[in-house]
């Protein structure tokens, strides 16, 4: 049967309505930290695969490791470590079906983005 009421419809939220929350900003970034750790790897195991080759590939992978746009991607490799810990343990909270209401899942939030940036301050201050 046709759908005669096909025009009348109203339409699904589109970005320029939808406000985001902090519970899906937190969720994308998981999974953007996620993905971003894998390239983070990948750099540190092609500078141990120069390493291993010879002096002058080591020295073109060290340079490039060891310069400002390496220190960038590091520390911000460390931020993706943390960031997705703390969020893996805000998932276990949830799994263990505790802080499920708004105010405490938007608090937890708030916790992993804080924290994160915390403990990454730490982390380069003592290293």
């Given at each position: 049967m046709a759908d005669v009421?096909?025009?009348n419809r109203p339409l699904s939220p589109h970005l320029q309505i939808y406000r985001p929350q902090?519970?899906?900003?937190?969720s994308i970034l998981t999974r953007i930290?996620?993905?971003?750790?894998?390239a983070g790897a990948l750099l540190v195991v092609w500078w141990f695969l120069a390493?291993?080759?010879g002096e002058g590939y080591f020295d073109l992978a060290d340079g490039l490791m060891t310069s400002l746009l390496g220190d960038i991607v590091m520390v911000l490799s460390l931020w993706a470590l943390w960031y997705h810990t703390l969020a893996g343990l805000r998932h276990l909270i949830w799994?263990?079906?505790r802080c499920l209401e708004i105010n405490a899942a938007?608090?937890?939030?708030?916790?992993v983005i804080i924290g994160s940036v915390v403990?990454?301050?730490?982390?380069v201050?003592?290293?």
């Open positions: 009421n096909r025009g902090l519970t899906s900003i937190t930290t996620g993905v971003s750790l894998l390493a291993s080759t799994d263990s079906g938007t608090r937890l939030g708030w916790i403990l990454t301050l730490f982390t201050a003592v290293i």
